[in-house]
């Protein structure tokens, strides 16, 4: 008898045929001849329907103990389901029930909960029809990012986690520390100075993979990183966490031209491979969550985005007839009211904004030949804001060194990435795709806690 996962069953089982599946109960109803079963084992939205009848042996206690949440391995025989809905059922030849869960207890009932209730149970939202279909779709959006890298021939680069530097020169690092939590003083007028305790050097969780992509880049040409990077900004928003994971390609003999055309190219790719490997969690979040998701997934499969300076940004948001909360400037960053009102409002789709004033943005992007401009990009998406960053990176050492000196920084500790600009530099530029943000934008989910399994932020890091 074979053990099959019940996505496959819905797809490919057949009337007679002898299965046995393991899952999770999600609800039971019982009639006076018989009870019905409905069970999901995560590997799609769909439960499948499990017909008990009475003479599955030990029907009236099987009965009591298959409550939501009970733990279940269903043995039977697949059967044409006459409801609507489903193409077959599986009639029961013997059930065993591994755990129960006391409906007393249990905290997940069949009606509705909100997200904010759920993320106080996140050992247990995931068996929710919403979160498990969240997950099932970032799983697949991982799994296009990596397809996408690995089919132009692009190295997967595990960039560190711990590092002694700054990318982003934002000062958002935390800090690492090796002490022993037994040998901290307990009183008041003992201080202890955490910030040198990585074996006595200063160490942070990085903020960004991408300096050290820059490196690998120019060895390999092209490369990616994927993983989780971590920022101390203190934002209580649904667009922020303190730990999210980024996909960084690095690309050498590259500008900010190419840099964009592979943003453009990439989110395309993703989007058409999670529709197709997950078209019925794509439905479920566009029936469910927000009902154009299939039209953005759309828009943006076919339509080029598009592109626009920062400058040509402004002067088209100081002609908007409305009022922003923030002022708009030329100089100052977008705020995310106003690049909603770029890519939702005036252009409905995806925007690329590029060349961003210098005085803004990171040290190491490249300053254009205006000296007031780098060529910087961000990629604001509707309802999102950006959700890429990028920027073709300065090669030429001695505006490099001007660059990090103006920003106040050490050149000093950045002798590594200096040399890359000594020995054999070229033109390179990549981008950073914040991962949450992506899988929201795909799924219509309005708070970025709700699209990672454990979300991190300043009031919450449970689980
Ligand atoms: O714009 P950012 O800060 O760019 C970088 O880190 C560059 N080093 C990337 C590169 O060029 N290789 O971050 C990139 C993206 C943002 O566009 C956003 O989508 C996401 O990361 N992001 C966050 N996502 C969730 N929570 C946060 N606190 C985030 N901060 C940035
Ligand atoms: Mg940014």
Same mark, same amino acid.
């Given at each position: 008898?074979?053990?099959?996962?019940?996505?496959?069953?819905?797809?490919?089982?057949?009337?007679?045929?002898?299965?046995?599946?393991?899952?999770?109960?999600?609800?039971?109803?019982?009639?006076?001849?018989?009870?019905?079963?409905?069970?999901?084992?995560?590997?799609?939205?769909?439960?499948l329907?499990?017909?008990?009848?009475?003479?599955?042996?030990?029907?009236?206690?099987?009965?009591?103990?298959?409550?939501?949440?009970?733990?279940?391995?269903?043995?039977?025989?697949?059967?044409?389901?006459?409801?609507?809905?489903?193409?077959?059922?599986?009639?029961?030849n013997?059930?065993?029930?591994?755990?129960?869960?006391?409906?007393?207890?249990?905290?997940l009932?069949?009606?509705?909960?909100?997200?904010?209730?759920?993320?106080?149970?996140?050992?247990?939202?995931?068996?929710?029809?919403?979160?498990?279909?969240?997950?099932?779709?970032?799983?697949?959006?991982?799994?296009?990012?990596?397809?996408?890298?690995?089919?132009?021939?692009?190295?997967?680069?595990?960039?560190?986690i711990?590092?002694?530097?700054?990318?982003?020169?934002?000062?958002?690092?935390?800090?690492?520390?090796?002490?022993?939590?037994?040998?901290?003083?307990?009183?008041?007028? !003992?201080?202890?100075?955490?910030?040198?305790?990585?074996?006595?050097?200063?160490?942070?969780?990085?903020?960004?993979?991408?300096?050290?992509?820059?490196?690998?880049?120019?060895?390999?040409?092209?490369?990616?990183?994927?993983?989780?990077?971590?920022?101390?900004?203190?934002?209580n928003?649904?667009?922020?966490?303190?730990?999210?994971?980024?996909?960084?390609?690095?690309?050498?003999?590259c500008?900010?031209?190419?840099?964009?055309?592979?943003?453009?190219?990439?989110?395309?790719?993703?989007?058409?491979?999670?529709?197709?490997?997950?078209?019925?969690?794509?439905?479920?979040?566009?029936?469910?969550?927000?009902?154009?998701?299939?039209?953005?997934?759309?828009?943006?499969?076919?339509?080029?985005?598009?592109?626009?300076?920062?400058?040509?940004a402004?002067?088209?948001?100081?002609?908007?007839?409305?009022?922003?909360?923030?002022?708009?400037?030329?100089?100052?960053?977008? !705020?995310?009211?106003?690049?909603?009102?770029?890519?939702?409002?005036?252009?409905?789709?995806?925007?690329?904004?590029?060349?961003?004033?210098?005085?803004?943005?990171?040290?190491?992007?490249?300053?254009n030949?205006?000296?007031?401009?780098?060529?910087?990009?961000?990629?604001?998406?509707?309802?999102?804001?950006?959700?890429?960053?990028?920027?073709?990176?300065?090669?030429?050492?001695?505006?490099?060194?001007?660059?990090?000196?103006?920003?106040?920084?050490?050149?000093?500790?950045?002798?590594?990435?200096?040399?890359l600009?000594?020995?054999?530099?070229?033109?390179?530029?990549?981008?950073?795709?914040?991962?949450?943000?992506?899988?929201?934008?795909?799924?219509?989910?309005?708070?970025?806690?709700?699209?990672?399994?454990?979300?991190?932020?300043?009031?919450?890091?449970?689980?």
């Amino acid at each position: 008898m074979q053990k099959k996962p019940i996505a496959q069953l819905l797809r490919t089982g057949q009337p007679d045929e002898t299965v046995t599946i393991q899952g999770w109960v999600r609800t039971k109803r019982e009639l006076k001849e018989f009870a019905f079963m409905e069970v999901n084992d995560g590997s799609c939205l769909a439960n499948l329907q499990v017909i008990l009848n009475p003479d599955v042996p030990d029907y009236q206690t099987t009965l009591q103990r298959v409550n939501t949440g009970a733990s279940v391995e269903v043995a039977g025989v697949l059967v044409p389901s006459p409801g609507k809905g489903q193409r077959i059922e599986l009639r029961a030849n013997s059930v065993q029930v591994y755990g129960e869960a006391d409906p007393a207890t249990y905290p997940l009932q069949k009606k509705r909960h909100s997200f904010e209730f759920l993320r106080t149970i996140g050992h247990l939202r995931s068996r929710t029809n919403t979160i498990g279909a969240v997950l099932r779709v970032r799983n697949a959006c991982a799994n296009a990012i990596h397809q996408f890298f690995q089919e132009r021939g692009f190295l997967w680069i595990h960039s560190p986690i711990i590092t002694a530097s700054d990318c982003e020169g934002a000062g958002e690092l935390f800090t690492v520390t090796n002490l022993n939590l037994n040998e901290i003083p307990k009183t008041e007028d !003992q201080l202890v100075d955490f910030s040198q305790d990585f074996f006595g050097r200063q160490a942070y969780l990085t903020v960004s993979g991408q300096l050290q992509a820059e490196v690998m880049a120019m060895t390999f040409g092209n490369v990616y990183t994927f993983g989780p990077t971590f920022r101390a900004e203190n934002s209580n928003t649904s667009r922020h966490l303190a730990e999210f994971w980024m996909v960084e390609p690095e690309m050498a003999f590259c500008d900010l031209q190419g840099d964009m055309d592979l943003a453009e190219e990439f989110l395309k790719y993703v989007f058409s491979s999670v529709l197709e490997n997950c078209p019925e969690d794509m439905e479920f979040f566009n029936k469910r969550i927000d009902n154009s998701v299939l039209a953005t997934a759309d828009n943006i499969i076919n339509n080029q985005f598009e592109r626009i300076t920062y400058t040509d940004a402004i002067a088209q948001l100081e002609k908007a007839d409305r009022k922003f909360e923030y002022p708009v400037e030329w100089g100052t960053d977008l !705020q995310s009211e106003h690049e909603r009102y770029l890519a939702e409002e005036l252009f409905q789709k995806p925007v690329i904004v590029s060349d961003y004033p210098v005085g803004i943005k990171a040290f190491y992007m490249r300053l254009n030949e205006d000296g007031k401009t780098v060529a910087a990009m961000d990629v604001l998406a509707p309802k999102i804001g950006e959700i890429i960053g990028g920027s073709q990176r300065e090669e030429r050492l001695d505006v490099l060194q001007q660059r990090i000196q103006n920003q106040g920084m050490n050149p000093e500790e950045f002798w590594w990435y200096l040399d890359l600009r000594r020995y054999g530099t070229v033109a390179h530029a990549g981008f950073g795709l914040g991962f949450e943000r992506l899988v929201q934008f795909m799924t219509g989910m309005g708070n970025i806690r709700d699209v990672i399994p454990f979300p991190r932020t300043p009031l919450s890091a449970e689980f």
